[in-house]
């Protein structure tokens, strides 16, 4: 029996065990890794999994369960739905399952058949690539895993939707330690494709290397600089960024009161550099696909303007309390890791934020500056996204002085408040680099501080 026969099957049962409405998700996963350990590979390993998700629905009452179906038929699983459903509490909010809508194009729009057939020596010989680009003397790799993914889904509901997507994805991630006079260095180098072959890793090796070298010359910090600019690089303002517009446009926040942008529909949050997309459909974007993971149609959501707030966006429950139309923002894939995304329901996240890139390099950013630093690496980027406050310890980075580098840095901390900092003076490198959720530039935000020792 084939996904869709399953899922068609799974919910006939639910409707005759007397289900008001019903969601089913089935999704065959493959994932092929590489693993190095002290610049030599180690485990090569190959994980399928296939799994369903259920969404069993009595007026008001919810209930969800999961299966692998390797010990159970799609009877037990439906029997323990609607077990499920019987003695949850009402949700006074629900509304209903999305309706159906034609998706924007064919099923395996994103999908590459060379990243989904990808074996162990291809990935082994691309693993490879970064080890020796990053090895010398006094550079070792430490340890580093490649992964090759492919999702192939299918969601159906009693609504009518039945649609199927499937996609591929290749993650990376890499740390360098370096050594000499007592003194260690480290740099730490992750990489996100649709695509195997649009991957360089060998200029993936060379930034590890370089990186690594420059925190072994990088000298301690000691001095508190107040209102600066931190040029971020694209892999930290990421998460930063990330975690602050997933929180503060998320209409799940809005409809919770939780959100500061909630009621800013049309008022200026950011400074007009900035221009910020949800782009379900990005040709780069890891979470990529014809329809989210409730089958709404993916599309783009124009977030912020020039720095004036536009929309929200929004999964089906959370588009349903505003009478509005879901953005296909009903998310349960996750751009690091496929396996086991049926074991819970869609949430009201992000696909891919896209963050319109300015037109100057990231050297005409930094000779434009008179007093900053340029971050290359945190040890854990993190914005509360509630007050927007961080305060993150910086590995790797160089300050900025009347226009030019002047010195490596690291054993400093960057603090600031980046909802403040969006207001300010936002500038933005023409360059733009997939990295987790996001594709986005180098970016340089005001009104930091950068406290030493």
């Known amino acids: 029996m084939d996904k869709e026969q399953l899922t068609s099957r799974i919910l006939s ?27 030599v590979p180690k485990i090569a390993d190959s994980k399928s999994e296939f799994g369903i998700g259920l969404k069993f629905i009595l007026g008001r009452r919810i209930g969800f369960t999961s299966s692998t179906l390797l010990s159970e038929s799609p009877e037990d699983v439906v029997r323990r739905a609607s077990s499920v459903a019987r003695v949850s509490n009402e949700d006074p909010r629900f509304v209903s399952l999305p309706d159906s809508r034609p998706p924007p194009g064919k099923g395996d729009r994103f999908f590459d058949k060379e990243t989904a057939n990808a074996d162990s020596s291809r990935l082994l010989d691309c693993a490879m690539r970064v080890v020796r680009s990053a090895i010398s003397n006094n550079v070792s790799v430490p340890n580093g895993v490649l ?13 009518g939707v039945k649609a199927s997507s499937a996609s591929t994805m290749v993650f990376g991630f890499f740390t360098a330690k370096s050594g000499g006079g007592g003194q260690v260095g480290e740099g730490v180098q992750r990489c996100w494709s649709r695509r195997l072959s649009a991957v360089d890793f060998d200029a993936l090796g060379k930034k590890l ?55 800013r529909i049309g008022d200026r949050i950011a400074h007009e550099n900035l221009t910020v997309i949800d782009n379900g459909l990005s040709e780069t974007g890891m979470l990529s696909s014809v329809v989210d993971d409730e089958g709404t149609p993916s599309q783009r959501t124009l977030l912020i303007d020039k720095g004036e707030l536009k929309s929200y966006f929004f999964d089906s429950y959370n588009a349903s309390l505003e009478g ?11 751009p690091r890791e496929c396996l086991g995304r049926f074991s819970s329901p869609a949430t009201c996240r992000l696909t891919t934020l896209e963050v319109r890139p300015g037109k100057q390099s990231l ?17 854990w980027p993190q914005v509360d996204p509630t007050s927007g406050t961080f305060s993150n310890e910086v590995r790797s980075a160089s300050l900025i002085e009347n226009g030019e580098i002047t010195r490596e840095i690291k054993h400093a901390l960057l603090v600031g408040n980046l909802y403040e900092s969006l207001k300010l003076e936002t500038r933005l490198s023409s360059k733009a680099e997939v990295h987790n959720s996001c594709v986005i530039p180098s970016t340089a935000f005001s009104g930091l501080e950068l406290v030493g020792q």
């Open 13 to 39: 049962l639910s409707q005759g065990a007397g289900a008001s409405q019903v969601e089913v998700f089935a999704a065959q996963t493959k994932t092929s890794s590489i693993y190095i350990d002290d610049s």
């Open 147 to 159: 992964r090759a993914s492919s999702i192939d889904f299918v969601v159906q509901n009693s609504l």
């Open 209 to 263: 290397q370089s990186q690594a070298l420059g925190s072994l010359r990088a000298e301690a910090f000691k001095d508190h600089w107040t209102d600066i600019v931190g040029v971020l690089a694209p892999s930290e303002c990421s998460e930063m960024l990330g975690q602050l517009i997933g929180m503060a446009a998320s209409a799940e926040n809005i409809n919770n009161r939780s959100s500061p942008w909630t009621d």
């Open 324 to 334: 509005l139309s879901s953005t296909g923002n009903g998310i349960r894939r996750d």
């Open 363 to 379: 050297d005409d950013i930094i000779h434009e500056t008179r007093k900053g630093v340029y971050i290359e690496h945190l040890a």
